[in-house]
C-alpha cells in the first residue's frame, strides 16, 4: 500500500470534482494577500496554482517527484509568477515558516508512504504560530462488502482447478488487500469509523508504529468478501469530504481486506470489525478482523515466507514452537 | 500462572499459513517469526483472553497423541510468548 504518483494520478486528483472543490472552498477561507502557502507534496502544483490565483502574498511548491518541473511550465507568464518558488526536493531542506501548509499525501487510505512522518516535519518546522496546516482531521471508514467481481476474477479461478489443490495461492491473494470500486448497494454491514487521525498531533501520529481501531456494525443480510476501507477528511472546520462508497468512483478508490472464505451476513446480526495498520520499511501493512454472532474472519498482509524466499517453513514439532525466519 | 488469563499482543501482525502453521512479524524488532503447528494452534485462542488450562485443553483436543508433557509444553511455550512480547496477561474483566 505504498507506491508514488505520476501526471496521469495527478491529473485523476484534479478531476475528482467533490475533492477539487473541497480543496478550494477551504483555500479560499484562509489565503489573503498576506498569507504564505507551501504546497507540500505539490505534485504538478495545483495547490499552488490556486494559491496564487487567491493573491497569496508568497508560495513556494515542494515535490521530490520529477513531476513538478511541469509546474516550470504551468506557471509561466502568470501575473504573479514572481511570488511562486519552485522547489524539486525534500521538505525537509526548506527552512522557512509559512501561514498555511496544505498537502494531500495519501493512498486510499491516510497509511501511505511517510505521510505521517513527512506532515509531521512540516508542521514542527515550517507551520507559522497560528498558521493553518490542511487537512486538519481524518477518519478511516469500514463496513463489509459483497465484491463478486473481485471474487470471481482473483479467487474462484483457483478453486476448482485439478490436479492440485491451490489453497496456498488463495491464502495468498486474500492477504494482499486490493484496491477495488464500492457501491453503497453492495454493503453487507452498516459503515462505521474505525480509526480517527488528529493531524495536530502529527508527531505523535508519526512516532506510532502501528494505528489500530474497530467498530461495531450491523449486519445486511447477503455475503461479505471482505471489509471495505475508506476515509473522510475534514480540511478545516466545516470544509471536508469523503470518499465513501455514495460516490462514484472517487481518484482515491477504496481497499478491500478480503476473507479467506466468504461471510455469510444476517440481517441485523452486530459485527465487530478490528483493523491494526503498521509501518514496515517504507510501506504499510494491514491486519484485519471480523467477528459477527456466526462466524468470524480474520487475515493479515504478510508475505508467506515459505514463498516469498524471506525462509524457511518452522519444522515440524510435537511441541509448539517459534522459530526465527 | 494458574487463572491468569493470556492474550495476543495487538501490534503482533500473523498469518496462519495454509500449513497450519503460523507466522508472526514481531511487535518490536520487526523480524518475522514462525510457529509449528501446535504454536499456531494455540495462537489463534490468543486472540482472546484465554487461560493455560483452556490452552492446554485445546492442544489436548487438537492432538489427541500430544505427549504427556504437553501441559509443560504450553508453559514453556506462553512464557516463551510472554518474554518475547508477543503476549501479555490481562486483567479479568468485572
Redesign the interface.
Known amino acids: 500500500m505504498s507506491g508514488s504518483y505520476n501526471i496521469h494520478n495527478f491529473g485523476a486528483m484534479i478531476g475528482d470534482r467533490v475533492r477539487r472543490v473541497a480543496f478550494e472552498r477551504a483555500m479560499s477561507e484562509v489565503i489573503t494577500e498576506r498569507t504564505t502557502v507551501l504546497d507540500l507534496g505539490a505534485g504538478t502544483g495545483w495547490f499552488a496554482l490556486h494559491a496564487l490565483a487567491l493573491g497569496a502574498k508568497r508560495v513556494v511548491a515542494v515535490e521530490r517527484l520529477p513531476a513538478i518541473r511541469h509546474l516550470h511550465a504551468l506557471a509561466e507568464g502568470h501575473p504573479r509568477r514572481d511570488r511562486l518558488q519552485i522547489v524539486e526536493g525534500d521538505s525537509s531542506e526548506l527552512d522557512e515558516e509559512f501561514d498555511l501548509i496544505v498537502s494531500d499525501l495519501r493512498g486510499s487510505t491516510p497509511f501511505f508512504g511517510d505521510h505521517f512522518t513527512v506532515a509531521a516535519d512540516a508542521r514542527r518546522r515550517l507551520l507559522a504560530t497560528d498558521g493553518v496546516m490542511m487537512p486538519q482531521h481524518d477518519k478511516v471508514h469500514v463496513a463489509l462488502v459483497e465484491n463478486q467481481g473481485w471474487w470471481r476474477r482473483q479467487v474462484e479461478p483457483w478453486l476448482d482447478a485439478p490436479p492440485v489443490d491451490h489453497?496456498?495461492l488463495i491464502?495468498q491473494i486474500t492477504?494482499t488487500p486490493a484496491r477495488i470500486s464500492v457501491s453503497t448497494a453492495q454493503l453487507r454491514s452498516t459503515a462505521g469509523s474505525a480509526i480517527a487521525l488528529d493531524y495536530a498531533e502529527l508527531d505523535e501520529l508519526a512516532e506510532r508504529?502501528?494505528h489500530?481501531g474497530h467498530a461495531e456494525l450491523r449486519g445486511r443480510s447477503g455475503t461479505a468478501h471482505g471489509v471495505a476501507v475508506w476515509f473522510s477528511t475534514v480540511l478545516i472546520n466545516g470544509v471536508g469530504f469523503d470518499n465513501g462508497p455514495a460516490r462514484t468512483d472517487p481518484t482515491y478508490g477504496r481497499t478491500l481486506l478480503p476473507f479467506t472464505t466468504p461471510l455469510e451476513v444476517a440481517e441485523g446480526e452486530t459485527i465487530d470489525v478490528r483493523i491494526?495498520v503498521?509501518r514496515?520499511?517504507g510501506s504499510w501493512?494491514w491486519?484485519w478482523?471480523a467477528t459477527a454472532e456466526h462466524g468470524n474472519r480474520?487475515?493479515?498482509s504478510?508475505?508467506?515466507?515459505?514463498t516469498s524466499g524471506?525462509?524457511s517453513?518452522?519444522?515440524?514439532?510435537?511441541?509448539?514452537?517459534?522459530?526465527?525466519? | 500462572m494458574n487463572g491468569t488469563r493470556y492474550q495476543r499482543n495487538p501490534e503482533a501482525f500473523s498469518r496462519t499459513l495454509p500449513s497450519g502453521e503460523a507466522v508472526i512479524l514481531h511487535p518490536d524488532s520487526d523480524e518475522y517469526l514462525g510457529l509449528n503447528e501446535v504454536g499456531a494452534v494455540i495462537w489463534a485462542q490468543l486472540d482472546r483472553p484465554t487461560t493455560l488450562e483452556a490452552l492446554i485443553s485445546v492442544v489436548a483436543e487438537a492432538f489427541p497423541d500430544a505427549s504427556e508433557s504437553a501441559r509443560h509444553d504450553v508453559e514453556r511455550f506462553v512464557d516463551d510468548l510472554n518474554q518475547r512480547n508477543l503476549t501479555r496477561a490481562v486483567q479479568p474483566t468485572s
Do not use: C, F, K, Y
Open positions: 489453497r496456498v491464502e492477504s508504529r502501528t489500530s491494526d503498521r514496515h520499511g501493512l491486519q478482523s480474520q487475515g493479515a504478510l508475505p508467506d515466507p515459505s524471506s525462509g517453513s518452522p519444522a515440524r514439532a510435537a511441541a509448539p514452537g517459534i522459530m526465527g525466519r
